[in-house]
């Protein structure tokens, strides 16, 4: 690798020598430090990854894993983006804002008056990475093959839109959604803007199809350039590395990196090594500890937000003794030590958690008061009052995410003291699914992130018998009503409305069954040449937008 | 002529039965694995849901479960299976779509050029200090082969992987970073990595991964000369009370005959000691590939078990227990090479 | 012959020398009696508890810990302690069973294997058998048969006894097929001996010195698949102290500088292991010993004997 510096080195000093000879016109202003300038203007990128992606197509991917939503996020983008705001350098998404992104920029929908139809207004002259020019029939169809059979789904908004006859093609460059009774909760938006709502090249894909499979699921799991997105990918040699191309008629701008290559390093310290010492550019994926280990190092910078969006997830089920008496339930998460699972695990790199509601969903006024914290003496007397003095848990756990490990060890710790004696249930992956979908648990822990920052949105992760989350959440009359007359206050972000999500997060917090018990901060370090690091709805790092500092 | 054959194939019958039975007991394997492989906590198809966000009904479930092409009894699935096997078709892994035959022979040579350098490299060390420890009568010398023999299977080969990283990178920046082979994309013809570097002419390329073999098959020769070491200096041990060796002093062999005699005699175990870390490497050197970012077919071991991904689990094991049975049959080939008595049926054939 | 022809010393390191050999065989045991009595006095010799959380996390060496603590805040070296009755558990028993079943069955397919009939299909079976579980990774074999057993220390035992017994198996054998054409052993079927006989008094005792060697590697091999199969999540439950967990989980931040969670846990491995070995070592020497006190003083020879 040293080797390779250096020539890179001499590269860049032959890109230097050239500059100054042919005398560009903007040579002039940057003549102070040319010689850094120049160094810093390289096209490439070397990226460290845990590991590749499975697949290049979330419609026939059976796995979400954050490799593939890393994948995804560079090869695909949609009619929509979020717009985004700078903080601390960071350029943060504002899940409340939009602008066209395959749709024009500054008009990119029109909604009707009795706000059910939405029309987007496509983008001209935009052409896709095989080169086909962008039509609503892409669109139509794209969206028809998400709602097919293994296609990804559009279950967010299955109650108004769920059925391809209910687009409409107006013109090449115009397609209207007719909602069926969308109230002020609708998600539309958000669910065309992020991870499911990308558009893909018909025509390109067409070309692949066949009669087994009308979609070519399998054809476009494996290849990429039926996209639009910043990047194709150019090479992947399994388990070791993959090579992404940008592609130079982007519709928003041909990135600045032309090359990005991404090195499989299993171990999360051999990354932070080696952003640490400029071994590569950006270490993805890395362990709490490990950022706070780098941190300080000259080289590196690291993202930090004030409302991160990744989170720690606690289910007590609520239908398995003894978490089926809500008083234990309550008794357990004062029995958490979030202060100390946020220090020693996570080495500061989280934040408490007010509950389900975070301050990205930009609702005024909604309290960031921590739902719970450690009070033994209150864990105690709550079991007192469920008339028990010692409880038995079997917390259960995914094994390849060590710090939620850590944390249930920790939990284990410290729980003990207020009379509950925890058992740490490692599993493998598979295993840990399987127990999910059979509600075999009786209280888990788990790594899980909101993509959609909408404050009806959360109703999603109390879906009965839904295997991603506790799955046992039984609504109650009295859940459906907050929830309704939150949605008639008026729109989400409102003032009138604001009070109502309170009283949701309230009764989320009380009824202790599923909280997130802290959010963690993004885990990606980058080297300090790089400017735009991101935080994004999926986490994953915008490369189309990463440039050379200065 | 016709008794010329039969005698010729009586004197190698030995072998040749052998390698006939090799494609019954591969089948034979197969077929186990099927099974076992079944016997694994996790269900693929909650797998695939896990990430849905959604309520899973059970007819979600069945449907996914066709699409994988799990539903249909299990002896449906064995028939499909066996059918695929004689075809040598295994399937596409549920995880990536991608041909479980591609995806194994994508990783077999790799796995195996390093695993070959790292053993091979152990195995001449190992006959080095041997050599060292009967030629010399230095106490002291033989005492430090002893001992250093004693260290067989004290540290795993991984934290010897590290501590080298540590000090040739980390600390003494002696070598590159554990990026992988080479910076670039390697070429692919025989899937063999040096191989390929050479056919196609890519010689800096070839430098690139030479420097990169050096930790990882510095560490694999540190950690497993000692395994073989102690069978040889056991083995070297016991025959030189041995009658023959005293009987060959006595007569005044020439040294060199000697040590040669000496050394054939004792060598057999250490070759079945060469063949097990073999055999266990080709899935177990997923932790050293995955330390300098080789990649391998350990990996995919790995990502099939987290996944219970049924149709690449079974590629992965029958190509494993095949290579497996190939390098075991080698070694007791050449142990029999080395030593006739050890051939079954020499007696028949004697008599 | 010249002075320096190795013969004559390579015979004294191995011949078992009468002159204090008492001492010097009860002396080699010292080591093993080390571990296992760390092992038994854990909850004496260690400051901590080591399931606690008890300073902050990831503390270098100091006074108060003088391993310092892990990424939870537990003290390592009381987990360290600790560890070693995980080891002693696991490795001692999967050691002694795997050398002695490998042994058996070992010397009874080198026997059988080429002969016709019953037997010698029954020893060709188990040899293709235990050719099948070499070739299995240790972990898949290990995740099968505790998703078979269910999870329990015993299952864990059984899973790893399985995985290990494969070595003594095959290297018995190769000897048992090289002693089998030992001349003494053809005199012994000459002179009238049943060949069950010779195999118990003449194959065994001149077969098992591969897998006599190879025991205290299965003990430090035990330990390493432990560590893979708590990886996997199907080991030894966290947080209990046990030491392949411990360096696998504390491994990544060697590379950072971050050496104490996975050095002290691999030192006493590597310590374990060492001490082991020698112990082993002297069990040959302490044979012909025993056999002379064994008829004289029964009680003693017992109590050395397991």
Not at chain 1, 16 to 31: R, Y
Not at chain 1, 97 to 105: I, R, S, T, Y
Not at chain 1, 135 to 152: H, P, Y
Not at chain 1, 517 to 535: C, E, F, G, H, R
Request: net charge neutral; glycine share 8%; with cysteine.
């Amino acid at each position: 690798m040293r080797k390779i510096t250096k020539a890179g080195g001499v590269v860049a000093i032959g890109a230097a020598i050239v500059l100054a000879v042919t005398g560009c016109t903007s040579a002039g202003n940057s003549n102070s430090n040319s010689n850094s300038n120049s160094a810093t203007k390289k096209t490439s990128l070397t990226v460290a990854v845990a590991a590749l992606p499975t697949s290049f197509d979330l419609d026939g991917a059976f796995g979400a894993s954050n490799e593939n939503y890393t994948m995804w996020s560079q090869t695909q983008i949609g009619l929509l983006n979020y717009k985004t705001k700078l903080e601390n350098g960071v350029v943060v998404t504002d899940f409340t804002h939009f602008e066209g992104a395959l749709a024009d920029k500054d008009n990119p929908y029109t909604v009707s008056d009795d706000g059910q139809t939405y029309t987007f207004h496509l983008r001209k002259d935009v052409v896709s990475q095989a080169g086909n020019p962008l039509t609503a029939e892409d669109v139509r169809w794209s969206i028809e093959r998400k709602l097919s059979d293994g296609g990804v789904g559009l279950t967010q908004v299955k109650a108004y839109f769920n059925n391809p006859d209910q687009m409409e093609v107006i013109d090449d460059h115009t397609i209207a959604f007719h909602l069926h009774n969308a109230g002020n909760d609708n998600v539309l938006l958000p669910v065309l803007t992020g991870q499911t709502g990308r558009i893909y090249d018909k025509v390109e894909l067409l070309k692949h199809a066949t009669p087994d499979d009308p979609w070519a699921v399998k054809w476009a799991t494996q290849n990429t350039g039926w996209g639009f997105g910043p990047y194709t990918v150019s090479s992947m040699t399994q388990g070791q590395q993959i090579v992404l191309k940008a592609n130079p008629k982007y519709v928003l701008g041909e990135p600045a990196f032309r090359t990005i290559t991404m090195k499989v390093v299993p171990d999360s310290g051999t990354r932070a090594q080696l952003v640490s010492s400029g071994g590569v550019d950006v270490a993805e994926a890395l362990a709490p500890a490990d950022l706070a280990t780098i941190a300080k190092s000259p080289k590196v910078q690291e993202p930090k937000v004030k409302n991160p969006i990744e989170f720690i997830d606690l289910s007590l089920v609520q239908n398995k003794a003894p978490f089926d008496d809500k008083t234990v339930r309550q008794a357990f998460f004062n029995a958490v030590p979030y202060k100390e699972i946020i220090d020693k695990v996570y080495s500061g790199f989280a934040v408490e958690s007010s509950g389900w509601f975070t301050g990205t969903m930009n609702v005024p006024g909604l309290s960031t008061k921590p739902a719970y914290t450690y009070d033994v003496d209150k864990a105690k007397k709550l079991l007192a009052q469920a008339g028990k003095s010692s409880v038995d848990v079997t917390l259960s756990v995914p094994n390849n995410v060590p710090d939620v490990v850590d944390a249930a060890i920790l939990i284990g710790s410290f729980a003990k003291k207020a009379g509950f004696n925890v058992t740490v249930n490692q599993l493998s992956p598979a295993d840990f699914a399987t127990g999910r979908l059979n509600h075999s648990f009786q209280s888990l822990l788990v790594a899980n992130r909101v993509q959609i920052q909408y404050p009806s949105f959360v109703n999603n992760f109390f879906l009965p018998g839904d295997p991603s989350n506790s799955g046992d959440f039984q609504p109650t009359a009295e859940w459906n009503e907050l929830f309704a007359s939150a949605a008639a206050a008026g729109p989400q972000t409102s003032k009138e409305a604001a009070p109502y999500w309170q009283k949701i997060n309230d009764f989320i917090n009380d009824d202790a069954s599923q909280i997130p018990i802290l959010y963690k901060q993004p885990n990606q370090a980058y080297s300090k040449d790089l400017v735009n690091m991101t935080y994004r709805y999926d986490s994953t790092v915008d490369y189309s937008i990463l440039k050379p500092a200065r | 002529m016709r008794t010329t054959i039969r005698d010729r194939y009586r004197a190698n019958r030995w072998w040749i039965l052998r390698l006939v039975r090799l494609p019954v007991d591969i089948f034979v394997f197969a077929t186990i694995a099927f099974f076992l492989i079944r016997l694994l906590p996790g269900d693929p198809v909650a797998v695939a849901v896990a990430s849905r966000n959604e309520a899973v009904t059970p007819e979600t479930v069945a449907a996914v479960r066709a699409q994988m092409g799990l539903d249909g009894s299990i002896w449906e699935q064995l028939l499909h299976f066996w059918g695929g096997l004689f075809r040598g078709n295994l399937g596409d892994s549920l995880q990536t779509s991608i041909p479980v035959v591609t995806e194994v022979f994508s990783r077999l040579p790799s796995t195996l050029e390093l695993i070959l350098l790292g053993l091979l490299g152990a195995f001449v060390a190992c006959l080095v200090l041997g050599f060292v420890y009967v030629r010399f009568a230095n106490p002291l010398l033989r005492r430090a082969v002893r001992f250093y023999s004693s260290f067989a299977t004290t540290v795993p080969v991984f934290v010897v992987a590290i501590f080298l990283i540590v000090l040739f990178y980390v600390v003494l920046a002696w070598l590159p970073a554990p990026l992988g082979r080479a910076a670039g994309t390697l070429p692919v013809v025989t899937g063999f990595p040096i191989l390929d570097e050479i056919i196609t002419g890519s010689w800096s390329m070839l430098g690139e991964t030479l420097v990169a073999y050096i930790m990882p098959v510095a560490a694999m020769v540190i950690t497993y000369t000692p395994n073989l070491l102690t069978q040889l200096i056991g083995g070297l041990d016991r025959e030189l009370e041995q009658t023959t060796t005293r009987f060959q002093v006595a007569a005044g062999a020439p040294r060199r005959w000697i040590f040669v005699s000496l050394f054939r005699r004792s060598l057999p175990s250490v070759i079945v000691v060469f063949g097990l870390f073999f055999g266990s490497l080709i899935g177990g050197a997923v932790t050293i590939e995955s330390l300098f970012g080789f990649g391998g077919i350990g990996q995919l071991g790995v990502r099939s078990v987290q996944t219970v991904d049924f149709p690449a689990l079974q590629g992965f094991l029958i190509i494993v227990v095949t290579v497996c049975l190939i390098a075991m049959l080698v070694v007791d080939l050449i142990n029999m090479a080395l030593d006739p008595r050890r051939r079954p049926g020499i007696e028949e054939a004697s008599r | 012959m010249s002075a320096q022809f190795p013969d004559q010393t390579a015979a004294l390191a191995v011949a078992p020398r009468r002159t204090g050999g008492t001492i010097r065989a009860v002396f080699a045991f010292v080591p093993l009696a080390l571990v296992v009595a760390i092992a038994v006095l854990a909850p004496v010799i260690a400051p901590y508890d080591p399931v606690t959380s008890v300073a902050a996390s990831r503390l270098p060496p100091s006074p108060e810990h003088w391993f310092g603590t892990d990424a939870v805040g537990m003290d390592i070296l009381s987990r360290t302690i600790y560890g070693a009755r995980i080891a002693v558990q696991f490795g001692v028993i999967v050691a002694v069973l795997s050398t002695i079943g490998g042994v058996l069955i070992g010397t009874f397919i080198g026997l059988s294997e080429s002969s016709s009939g019953v037997l010698g299909l029954l020893g060709r079976g188990l040899n293709q058998i235990s050719s099948y579980l070499l070739a299995i990774p240790d972990v898949i074999l290990g995740i099968v048969v505790v998703g078979i057993m269910g999870s329990s220390d015993f299952a864990l035992t059984v899973a790893i006894t399985l995985c290990l017994v494969q070595a003594p198996v095959k290297l018995t054998r190769v000897e048992v097929l090289r002693v089998r054409r030992e001349s003494y052993l053809e005199s012994a079927k000459l002179a009238g001996e049943s060949s069950f006989r010779a195999a118990l008094v003449h194959v065994m005792p001149n077969s098992i010195g591969p897998a006599m060697r190879n025991m205290p590697l299965i003990f430090g091999n035990c330990v390493i698949i432990l560590a893979s199969l708590g990886f996997i999540g199907i080991g030894v439950k966290a947080p209990t102290p046990e030491w392949g967990y411990m360096i696998s989980s504390g491994l990544s931040s060697l590379v950072l500088g971050r050496w104490w969670p996975a050095v002290f846990p691999a030192a006493a491995v590597l310590l374990s292991v060492l001490a082991i070995a020698y112990s082993s070592r002297a069990i040959p020497r302490m044979w012909p010993l025993l056999a002379v006190r064994v008829k004289r003083w029964n009680p003693i020879g017992r109590k050395a004997r397991a």
